[in-house]
């Protein structure tokens, strides 16, 4: 359960994916630019939207406008930052701070559009396009970062004005002013001249990435001849099966595709051994270098070391050090010991885990078999069968994507927090399997508007993710255009797209981001919404998750996707008791990956392997900690850790973990005084979700919960360990 949000800026190309985008409550792009340009006049990015909400018009947004759009808003916006400096007058909140929250705008417009269908839809004029523009943002972010007459300016209003400030106006002049000098605005002529050489360079390595990886992904698929080697697959999967490998050139009359993480679901019912073997040998192997042409290794490496040598020009002992600093977590010794405290608690419950399915294993395989990592899904699906009487198969049914969003995932936002939501078909859209809706307060007041983008396809990269079209601000009376992606299946045409469990779950998670986005109530935009630490930001995201088995909300949206039957309780008490069987895996891959993400960035940039001993160093890395366990590898191994080399989770995958302590504490508290009681839900959506970066993050949690510090004995708890 990815999100494409809360980056670390590396460069204005990457910053761009969690920038806002301004418009006012009905017409996106508030600021436009020359319309006496001929440029201007017919591209439709350089335009107010007349849509509602200020929506972007797909309608009219050709491929080939992004380019000529985003060169229009870059040159706009290095006018405005000139402005900043030539102005004459004392250097004030208003005509500096302020002055700088608006001098990309149209920029921002531009931009938020443009990112979002590099990551949802990337076509090869997209791809063409973010190749030309990355540099271009790159220089601009650089050109804006080391502006020292730009930076005298607004270290002046951080001097001799913050103290008289107050609320978001300090806030924002905080942020800013810290964001500058950790950019490396008080560094030395020639310090700062290096980091501007490796900021851009990290760029140019994250779109070599953000393209490399989903091709490799791509081409992983394994070609199956016949139907009887998918022997355990449902009809629908089958067919599903079927439709992927006319979709991709039909090489055989069925193919199975590799998802972004190491394990593969359909493993869990796959009999044929071998075939299972090659899946997952396609899914570790996808960009390792077994293919030469799907080789991450070099990027991997060269980013490690530019990212290392980052932190030390900074003055950190390492990059995690530099990087967590601005998180809950502070540093790198708390989280190690963090993950430490939960690796040993772990560690005896995975061995005895492994061992109880290996000989279940052995019960038809004989006495000798051993485990594999491929094996392992398949053996725990029949042992929960026959322990618990349950299989995937029979209560997928039951989750119908659109019954799972429409009468689950809404329908809990409606309980907790009176919001309402109507289908806009009039709306226009990037790919017609996207669906709008707009959303409402409970008196009726526009909130805001939600994109889905539900399902696979080639031109979109693996996971699931939130984003935002334009982000929530009231100085720009901007009202928020949300949306969520996923990567499921779509069925054949006539049937229901049915989930599992775990991919209903996401949906929850997913929205949970959403909510982070619509309900917030900020002045200014660049403390709006998500954009809090890297630690936190997943804490209402999975606490959303825990109305996924609420029984009003759970009662309310698994119905029969054919018969529209509620599941029968049987087999409901059955299927949640089922929820947490055998979870010492979905712990382990995090921990693991975790760890992974750590050693990385905890280097010094002499001491980072090179491309060739990139795998050993991960093995060493992980028996080090005691993770070393090829029965459980890390959830993203290296050369596909799309978190860490291509969004901005470079020493911050451990926040999923993070956040998650916070968010049972906050499930705790809302069982305690009413799960779904519209008072608890005005309170949290007061305290914490309409808040933004507007308040330290644990101040909020402490303002909602009355704890003064965290209680991590829930998380093991919680995980039914």
């Keep these: 359960m990815e999100i494409n949000k809360a980056f670390i800026t590396i460069g204005l190309a990457t910053a761009l994916l969690q920038m806002p985008v301004a418009a006012d409550a009905q017409h996106a792009g508030s600021a436009c630019c020359d319309h006496g340009n001929k440029t201007c006049r017919q591209n439709p990015l350089l335009q107010k939207s007349t849509l509602p909400f200020g929506a972007p018009d797909f309608a009219r947004i050709k491929e080939t406008d992004y380019l000529p759009a985003i060169e229009a808003a870059v040159k706009q916006q290095r006018e405005n930052i000139q402005k900043i ?3 004459k007058a004392k250097p004030t909140f208003a005509n500096t701070i302020l002055a700088y929250e608006n001098s990309g705008v149209l920029l921002e417009n531009v931009s938020n559009v443009f990112f979002g269908l590099c990551s949802a839809h990337k076509t090869p004029v997209i791809a063409d396009t973010e190749k030309k523009v990355t540099p271009l943002l790159t220089d601009l972010d650089n050109e804006i970062s080391f502006n020292q007459k730009l930076f005298e300016r607004i270290k002046y209003v951080y001097d001799h004005e913050y103290k008289n400030l107050t609320g978001e106006d300090q806030r924002l002049t905080e942020v800013i002013y810290k964001g500058f000098v950790r950019s490396g605005a008080m560094l030395s002529a020639d310090k700062m001249q290096r980091m501007k050489q490796i900021n851009s360079r990290i760029s140019d390595l994250q779109q070599q990435w953000g393209n490399l990886l989903p091709e490799a992904t791509n081409n992983a698929v394994v070609w199956v001849d016949s139907k009887e080697k998918l022997d355990g697959l449902s009809d629908a999967d089958i067919a599903q099966c ?40 396609a899914s570790i192997h996808r960009a390792d270098g077994t293919r030469p042409e799907f080789n991450t290794f070099s990027i991997v490496a060269e980013m490690a070391r530019l990212r290392a040598e980052k932190g030390s020009l900074m003055g950190y002992a390492n990059y995690a050090d530099y990087s967590l600093e601005k998180t809950m977590a502070k540093n790198s010794q708390n989280v190690n010991n963090f993950l430490a405290q939960l690796i040993k608690k772990y560690s005896p419950k995975a061995d005895a885990e492994t061992r109880a399915i290996e000989a279940y294993a052995q019960k038809t395989e004989g006495a000798d078999f051993k485990l594999q990592p491929y094996d392992r899904f398949y053996y725990s ?17 039951y989750f119908n994507l659109d019954s799972v969003v429409e009468k689950g995932v809404f329908y809990a936002a409606q309980r907790v927090y009176g919001l309402q939501f109507k289908l806009r078909p009039d709306i226009p859209t990037y790919h017609p399997d996207m669906k709008v809706f707009e959303v409402s307060n409970a008196d009726g007041s526009p909130l805001a508007l939600f994109y889905c983008d539900y399902y696979r396809r080639p031109t979109k990269r693996g996971g699931a993710w ?121 712990l382990g891959e995090n921990l693991a990956a975790t760890s992974v993400d750590m050693a990385w960035h905890l280097m010094k940039a002499d001491e980072v392997p090179t491309a060739d001993k990139a795998p050993l160093f991960e093995s060493q890395a992980l028996k080090k900690v005691g993770l070393l366990n090829a029965q459980i590898p890390p959830r993203y191994s290296t050369s596909y850790f799309n978190h860490v080399w291509g969004g901005g989770y470079a020493a911050g995958y451990y926040s999923y973990l993070w956040t998650e302590v916070l968010a049972v504490n906050i499930a705790d508290y809302f069982a305690k005084h009413g799960a779904l009681d519209p008072a608890v839900g005005k309170a949290f959506r007061e305290k914490i979700l309409s808040r933004g970066n507007t308040k330290d993050q644990m101040e ?21 360990l």
């Design 85 to 87: 400096v030539d102005n």
């Design 242 to 281: 079927k439709k992927d490998a006319e979709s991709r050139g039909a090489k055989a009359p069925y193919c199975i595709v590799i998802i972004n993480t190491t394990q593969q679901p359909i493993l869990a019912s796959l009999r044929n051994r071998d075939l299972r073997r090659q899946v997952y040998e």
């Design 381 to 397: 699906a029949l042992m929960k069968k026959e322990v618990l009487n349950i299989s995937d198969d029979e209560v997928k049914p």
């Design 466 to 586: 939130m984003s935002a079209f334009a982000k929530q601000s009231r100085e720009r009376h901007q009202l928020p255009i949300i949306y969520n992606v996923c990567n499921y299946a779509k069925a054949p045409e006539g049937q229901p797209s049915l989930l599992t469990w775990d991919e209903a779950t996401t949906l929850f998670h997913e929205f949970g981001h959403a909510l982070h986005g619509m309900l917030s109530d900020c002045r200014y935009n660049t403390l709006s919404g998500t954009a809090v630490a890297r630690d936190f930001v997943e804490m209402p995201s999975q606490f959303n998750e825990s109305f996924a088995s609420i029984p009003e909300i759970f009662d309310h949206y698994v119905r029969h996707s054919v018969t529209g039957a509620p599941m029968p309780a049987d087999l409901k008490k059955r299927m949640l008791e089922s929820i947490n069987f055998q979870t010492v895996y979905a």
């Design 700 to 720: 909020m949690f402490t303002d909602f919960t009355g704890m003064t510090s965290p209680d991590a004995s829930g998380l093991l708890k919680a995980r039914g």
